[in-house]
């Protein structure tokens, strides 16, 4: 049965370019080749490799990958650039799994991905010793390449969740930069009372839109207040007062006003450009704001003016819910030996170093927070460390697809007012378990 | 009827028995030439219909085994993909999609009926500048969906154009009729054009003594308009009419673009099948896709049945001669028509 399915899908993806010729194969009966092609888990075999990632918006991959091949001209990698968008990604990569096609030898995948490309077995599971570099990556970010506690990639970047504060006008009410959310709000209202160029702007936003920014801020708040969204036995265990205590911080933000009402549409960058354009006193982001908030072509109105530092939490700094990406081996793919070395090239501390300052990607590698020279240039290494060592990852579950549109589901619900918190906890609670437990 | 008697007659006019002859080599020939085109056929709409009724009936990667390894291998499971539809928290999620399909087809297919006619109305008039109007009003026919939506989009922020000139405070993008109403007017605002360019086509074949005749009876304008121009580009309108409610009915990266995915009230059936095949769930997205398919198919029937929309050419040959003026007058400026030539060229075949 399996093979003749196979067979109907590849029939169908090549569609109508070798339509006659494919048909005629598919009617030929099972091909033996389809056991033959997993290779059986032995990472072996030298050659050219390909590596499928992402649109490279910073440009600088290219250089990452030409610095490889002038090292092993016989173990060339070619780059296969997929959509800049990650469901597209994520789509074309898991279509390549299902042809078992070997177009695709590295898979270059965010970090919410491990789950469902390792139950799939897409990917190859990876021995630990193969990858010497592993012990030194932060801790937070390497969980996120497991599934049932087995290796199936290399985290390569990350990425962490900053609270940007307006430092000017802190300054001017004489506030210290706040730790918790009610250190926050003490600091919001004092801000408004006493600096009148702060009138009438808001204090906080996140991205509460409904879509995967929605996944990562609730999953923030629900943690930062010491609560979970799945446990560590991978069960759902969101019903519990933790979990209500954070949820309503974000609700009780709506309807008091901290959090503007617009900020229900706030993905990235629209909340970007709100805190840009002078209207939110604390913004939620991620690091690549810092570059765009300091431009000085006139698109921000705050140069000079903001500053960063870790997530307030509930009664103490507040947890972040990680991203990133990590690099797996299709199981599917050809010369598995280059792919692991390719991937060990691209994870030392040398190419990660080369790749922060050249792309501003976060670095998974611990020792490149503390580096003089890289924290001149980024100003917000720093805070982002904490942030990242304290990060916790979005649930790993295998049906993450259906585990995210529920939680966002919950969450908007929530925050727009349609149900209570505790019901919409309540609702999540019962959807995840039945989500989870199949 | 004027426009199929010329062709039987020359039919009739052959000799007997060459005709027969020549019919069976014509026949074989035909069969000949045309099987490639009916291979190809059968290989890019035949085949991917059978074949996504077989996946709709198998379900695959459900189960985790000990391990944590998805289960591979596929379980045929009958009916039960079409079942899960209807039952429970997913049959309401289902009725409400296929409300807001069945709303929004309704919905901007009339509005952009009537601004269709009317842009037509506009478009087929002499006047100075009108290829300029003409080229204008196409303008957001021949902008893709996608990017129409975006553009939208950016006009519906919360921050945007739409707010700034009404005046209001409407996040237009979140759950709710806010939300209905902006993707019927990105809808309107795109495809009206197109009824506009049929509808004008059709006008284009009203002879313009039909109009002298009205104006000497002493018709007035709206007289004019409901007794001569409805009628006789009524066969366009039908068919322009129809295209949009199958493009409608099937509306996805509209509402998915603008207002964003799993928004319960701008979810149509479209997003749904989408939504399974996203988490490779490809049995129930093809159960979807065959229960859109069946009310896509049942939707164009009635309306050609009922409204007698002439896309092949079938309604005209059934009507009995004679009739009314009003009859004759349509048959005779249908002959004129450039379509009517084409559907008879197809109606021999």
Avoid at chain 1, 33 to 45: P, R, V
Avoid at chain 2, 111 to 139: C, D, N, P, Q, Y
Wanted: net charge positive; charged share 20%.
């Amino acid at each position: 049965m399996r093979f003749e399915r196979s067979h109907t899908r590849r029939a169908v993806a090549f569609g109508v370019a070798g339509s006659l010729v494919l048909l005629a194969s598919a009617c030929g009966g099972d091909s033996g080749d389809k056991n033959t092609s997993g290779g059986g888990g032995a990472l072996e075999g030298r050659g050219p490799i390909t590596f499928a990632t992402g649109k490279d918006t910073s440009g600088f991959l290219p250089k990452q990958v030409a610095a490889w091949n002038s090292q092993h001209p016989d173990e060339k990698v070619e780059i296969k650039e997929l959509p800049e968008n990650a469901n597209d990604q994520r789509q074309q990569m898991v279509q390549n799994a299902q042809n078992q096609s070997d177009a695709f030898s590295v898979l270059n995948m965010d970090v919410v991905w491990t789950s469902e490309f390792a139950a799939n077995q897409w990917i190859e599971q990876l021995p630990e010793d193969k990858f010497p570099d592993l012990p030194k990556l932060i801790p937070a970010t390497v969980e996120t390449a497991k599934y049932r506690d087995k290796l199936y990639a290399v985290p390569i970047t990350s990425d962490g969740g900053l609270l940007y504060y307006r430092k000017d006008l802190l300054d001017q009410a004489g506030v210290q930069v706040p730790k918790t959310w009610d250190e926050m709000l003490a600091a919001c209202l004092a801000v408004q009372a006493k600096v009148p160029s702060a009138k009438g702007m808001s204090c906080y936003a996140g991205q509460f839109e409904k879509y995967e920014g929605l996944t990562v801020n609730f999953s923030e708040a629900i943690n930062s207040a010491g609560g979970v969204v799945v446990d560590k036995d991978g069960k759902a265990n969101v019903d519990t007062p933790e979990a209500l205590a954070g949820l309503e911080e974000l609700t009780k933000g709506f309807s008091t006003g901290a959090i503007p009402k617009a900020a229900i549409t706030y993905k990235e960058e629209e909340g970007r450009r709100a805190f840009q354009e002078g209207k939110l006193l604390f913004h939620r982001n991620w690091p690549y704001v810092y570059a765009l908030a300091q431009k000085t072509d006139g698109s921000s109105k705050i140069v000079n003016k903001f500053g960063v530092a870790p997530l307030p939490g509930k009664s103490g700094p507040g947890v972040s819910s990680l991203g990133g990406h990590d690099y797996a081996i299709s199981k599917f793919a050809k010369n598995k030996a280059t792919a692991v070395d390719f991937i060990n090239f691209m994870a030392s501390e040398a190419r990660q170093k080369v790749n922060l300052s050249g792309s501003s990607q976060a670095p998974t590698y611990a020792s490149l927070y503390d580096d003089p020279a890289l924290n001149k240039q980024f100003p917000y290494l720093a805070p982002l460390k904490a942030s990242i060592l304290g990060a916790q990852p979005r649930p790993r579950v295998v049906k993450y697809g259906d585990v995210t549109a529920a939680i966002q589901d919950a969450a908007y619900n929530a925050l727009s007012g349609k149900t209570p918190p505790k019901q919409a906890l309540t609702d999540l609670q019962a959807k995840l378990s039945s989500l989870i437990t199949q | 009827m004027s426009d199929t008697a010329p062709v039987n007659t020359r039919r009739e006019s052959k000799p007997g028995k060459a005709r027969t002859s020549f019919n069976e080599g014509t026949a074989r020939l035909a069969a000949v030439l045309l099987s490639p085109t009916l291979i190809v056929l059968a290989l890019v709409v035949l085949y991917p219909i059978v074949s996504a009724l077989r996946e709709s009936l198998y379900t695959s990667g459900t189960k985790l085994d000990a391990n944590g390894f998805v289960v591979k291998g596929s379980t045929f499971v009958g009916l039960d993909n079409y079942a899960a539809i209807f039952k429970g928290d997913t049959g309401h999620r289902f009725w409400t999609a296929f409300y807001n399909t069945t709303f929004f087809t309704v919905t901007c297919v009339v509005l952009e009926t009537v601004l269709g006619v009317a842009m037509a109305l506009i478009m087929h008039k002499a006047f100075k500048g009108r290829s300029i109007v003409r080229a204008s009003i196409l303008v957001p026919w021949a902008i893709p969906t996608v990017v129409s939506a975006l553009l939208w989009k950016w006009i519906f922020q919360a921050d945007g154009i739409a707010n700034n000139i009404l005046g209001t405070q409407i996040l237009w993008s979140t759950d709710g009729w806010q939300a209905k109403l902006s993707v019927i007017v990105a809808d309107t605002w795109k495809t009206a054009p197109f009824i506009g360019l049929l509808v004008l086509a059709g006008l284009q074949t009203i002879p313009a003594e039909v109009y002298e005749a009205a104006k000497v009876d002493g018709a007035s304008v709206l007289q004019t308009f409901r007794r001569i121009t409805l009628p006789l580009v009524r066969p366009a309108l039908l068919v322009a009419v129809l295209f949009r409610i199958l493009d409608t009915l099937r509306i996805f990266d509209l509402p998915f673009v603008l207002v964003g995915p799993h928004k319960g009230s701008v979810e149509t059936l479209s997003m749904l099948g989408y939504d399974e095949a996203f988490n490779t769930r490809y049995g129930p997205a093809a159960a979807y896709a065959t229960v859109l398919f069946l009310y896509v198919a049942a939707v164009a029937y009635v309306f050609v049945k009922l409204l007698g929309a002439d896309v092949i050419g079938e309604a005209r040959a059934k009507k009995p001669g004679g009739g009314s003026r009003r009859q004759r007058k349509r048959a005779a400026a249908l002959a004129a028509a450039p379509q009517a030539g084409l559907t008879s060229v197809g109606g021999g075949v």
